[in-house]
């Protein structure tokens, strides 16, 4: 089963930059991802889709995120990542990253554990 590990969260003052990983645990292969994504959850807020990449490179962004936030995708590594510029306090979010996989019949979404960024003003 696959396990996807998020890192690079932290404590970052406004207008700082933070760049998050998401890869599968054990140094895993994934060969049949449909897309990449990221979320994030903010204290008392329901989960939002922050950003998203599928296999065919098709790109999505949040309103909210767009312009700041960079989502991208290594396939030789099963990896994505999420540069994230121009940071605001209201930022500050646990964020997971997830992959969609193509299960034959239909799909199945794996999340990661989840990695903490702060933005303080």
């Known amino acids: 089963q696959v396990q996807l590990v998020e890192s690079g969260g932290g404590l970052v003052q406004s207008g700082g930059s933070l760049r998050l990983s998401c890869s599968v645990s054990g140094g895993g292969v994934v060969t049949n991802a449909l897309g990449w994504y990221w979320h994030r959850q903010a204290p008392g807020k329901e989960r939002e889709l922050v950003?998203?990449?599928?296999?065919?490179?098709?790109?999505s962004y949040a309103d909210s995120v767009r312009g700041r936030f960079t989502i991208s995708r290594d396939t030789t590594k099963s990896a994505t990542y999420l540069q994230m510029n121009n940071l605001k306090p209201e930022d500050t979010a646990v964020y997971y990253c997830?992959?969609?996989?193509?299960?034959?019949?239909?799909?199945?979404?794996?999340w990661g554990q989840g990695t903490q960024v702060q933005v303080s003003s």
């Open positions: 950003a998203g990449i599928t296999s065919s490179r098709r790109i």
């Open positions: 997830s992959v969609r996989l193509d299960g034959g019949v239909g799909y199945h979404d794996t």
